[in-house]
């Protein structure tokens, strides 16, 4: 089956509709992300990966429900997830993207805010694994977060950068004793908040009408200052708008907090793109020691 037959299958079988016509997106870094049109003015996204993604996929839709469920931040809706015996296509709706001039960013913060505020009694974890980019993350619930980061966050991405070279045995032995004083910088018992995952600016689509959808989630339950700490790396968020979240939450600054949720984030681009990372995590780890 070719790709054009594969999208004509999942378009008839999701939207009831034969597709007019496709442009391809930007932003596609681990799957191809297509934009579909059909008649009658319909459209949707599509993300196209081989059948040995499909959890990929899987997971981002069940990603997306969560936070849909939520309500507080707009997400693209899940329309279906499509399988050939080649492979699998999630269909989405297509969201009409405005001009980043028109963004109401501290309206986003107090609506990420919202998103944090308490979703349930203090345990961490997600209903299911997902993945962080194209690297799985654990997220078996526990009750203790050190004792979550330790064992779901940073040890599997630790253990990963060792076992193909990207650290030698000082690093490792460095980011070890991170890990065993991490109760020192995080809390064990922090509010349990739905978190995005993945809260880096190129997930964060302004839409026609000023406001900020999300995309490309990795959820988990967890310290609402995780995905802070993420929204500070990779290009960041308007300080307008990281103000707006810490005034409606009530939070202090958490310097030690950020650094740990960073880390992660570093260790996983460490693994994902090589050794330009390195020095990132090395920074972060010396802060931590």
Request: hydrophobic share 45%.
């Amino acid at each position: 089956m070719t790709i054009d037959e594969l999208i004509v299958r999942a378009c008839t079988s999701i939207l009831g509709l034969e597709p007019s016509g496709q442009t391809r997106l930007s932003g596609g870094c681990i799957h191809e992300v297509l934009h579909i049109e059909c008649p009658e003015g319909t459209s949707c996204v599509m993300k196209l990966a081989p059948i040995s993604d499909r959890d990929i996929l899987a997971a981002e839709s069940e990603n997306l429900q969560a936070l849909a469920n939520h309500g507080a931040i707009r997400v693209p809706a899940v329309l279906g997830l499509h399988e050939s015996e080649t492979h699998a296509v999630l269909v989405l709706e297509s969201l009409a993207v405005g001009s980043m001039g028109d963004a109401r960013w501290e309206e986003f913060g107090q609506a990420l805010a919202d998103l944090h505020s308490a979703y349930g009694p203090e345990r961490y974890g997600f209903s299911r694994d997902n993945y962080i980019g194209r690297t799985p993350q654990v997220n078996a619930w526990t009750e203790d977060w050190v004792e979550f980061n330790i064992q779901c966050r940073i040890s599997p991405q630790v253990v990963r950068a060792r076992d193909t070279g990207l650290l030698d045995s000082s690093a490792t032995a460095m980011l070890d004793a991170v890990m065993e004083r991490l109760d020192r910088f995080i809390p064990r018992n922090p509010t349990a908040s739905l978190l995005h995952g993945d809260l880096w600016s190129g997930n964060a689509l302004v839409l026609e009408t000023g406001s900020i959808a999300l995309i490309d989630p990795a959820c988990s339950i967890g310290d609402a200052w995780a995905d802070m700490a993420m929204m500070r790396l990779f290009g960041g968020f308007p300080a307008g708008c990281q103000d707006a979240w810490r005034s409606a939450l009530g939070f202090k600054e958490a310097d030690d907090r950020v650094a740990v949720y960073q880390l992660y984030h570093m260790l996983n681009h460490l693994n994902l793109f090589g050794g330009s990372y390195l020095g990132g995590v090395m920074e972060l780890a010396g802060r931590l020691s």
